[in-house]
């Protein structure tokens, strides 16, 4: 089994005349998984510019995604708050700026895409470590930490305060238990 007529792939070969075992593939073969159909998932720009839309929608199952990826391949760095504290700059790596920054809870999603996937000063790019899809997810989940750190009063549920009061000073509704007697 192991001693087989077979051509590895790029193998040298005298069947054909040009000595190579591989053909070259007609002109326009696009590899599978590569056609790359949808540009703006694969770059994130419209017209050169970041968009600042998802190409699919951010269901609950892309941002629950989206936080896993995260807290694997960029927590270290930026923290799961993404407040740039994580663990390997609290070791001494360069620290990355805080996703609160105005300048970054203004940017588009297209830049997060663009800053996972060709890298940005002294970050390294993730684009093997990361495939489009979920690239976009942790866009999505970026957004999810600014806005959970920056929420206006206004987009709390009818009857929420904020800020929530310590739970030790919230009443109880709980019915009280009658003392009882011995
Ligand atoms: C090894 C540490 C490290 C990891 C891991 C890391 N980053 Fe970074 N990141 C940095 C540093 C450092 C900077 C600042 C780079 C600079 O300004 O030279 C940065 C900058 C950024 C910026 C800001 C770009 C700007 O416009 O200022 C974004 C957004 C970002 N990273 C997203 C991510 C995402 C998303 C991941 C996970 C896929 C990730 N980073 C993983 C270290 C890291």
């Known amino acids: 089994m192991h001693v087989q007529p077979k051509y590895l792939p790029l193998r040298q070969s005298d069947f054909f005349a040009d000595g190579r075992g591989s053909r070259t593939p007609p002109e326009g073969t696009v ?7 949808d540009t703006y998932l694969h770059t994130g720009l419209i017209d050169g510019k970041p968009g600042d839309t998802m190409p699919f929608p951010a269901t609950r199952e892309v941002l629950e995604r ?29 620290r990355p700026p805080s996703f609160q920054e105005p300048r970054l809870r203004q940017a588009p999603l ?4 663009d800053v996972m996937s060709n890298g940005f000063g002294v970050m390294p790019d993730y684009a093997a470590q990361v ?50 007697k011995e």
Do not use: K
Not at 31 to 37: V, Y
Not at 78 to 92: A, E, K, P, Y
């Open 110 to 113: 297209g830049h997060f895409f």
């Open 66 to 94: 989206g936080r896993e990826r995260f807290d694997i391949y960029c927590a270290p760095c930026h923290s799961r708050l993404g407040d740039g504290n994580g663990m390997i700059v609290q070791r001494g790596f360069r």
């Open 131 to 180: 495939n489009p899809r979920d690239r976009w997810a942790i866009a999505a989940y970026i957004r999810v930490l600014q806005f959970s750190q920056n929420a206006p009063a206004s987009a709390l549920p009818a009857g929420q305060q904020m800020p929530s009061p310590s739970p030790l000073q919230v009443p109880s509704t709980a019915p009280s238990v009658p003392e009882r």
């Open 31 to 37: 590899a599978r998984g590569q056609l790359r159909e």
